[in-house]
């Protein structure tokens, strides 16, 4: 079996995902334009564009910016 790059192995073995909108929404409970606006504001991870009609989240980097939430009960817009 042929061995795969440095780069491709590292992201097999975090086991990192490529998430569409939908799943992201689901993830974090938040609707698609609060995600944009929040992106725009850079308050959110921006997504990977994979084609012209196809954009994707790391599923680690949406991991990380939900650990990173306050737990004070404090809302960001």
């Not at 491709?8 to 975090?14: E, G, I, K, N, V």
């Not at 998430?19 to 409970?29: A, D, F, G, N, Q």
């Amino acid at each position: 079996m042929d061995e795969l790059p440095a780069s491709s192995r590292s992201f097999q073995l975090r086991g990192d995902r490529l998430l569409k909108l939908r799943e992201v929404m689901s993830m974090t409970s938040l609707g698609s334009s609060t995600i944009y606006r929040r992106m725009k504001a850079g308050k959110f991870p921006k997504p990977k564009r994979l084609s012209e009609a196809c954009v994707t989240w790391r599923e680690s980097e949406i991991q990380k910016w939900m650990c990173e939430l306050p737990t004070n009960g404090g809302v960001s817009k």
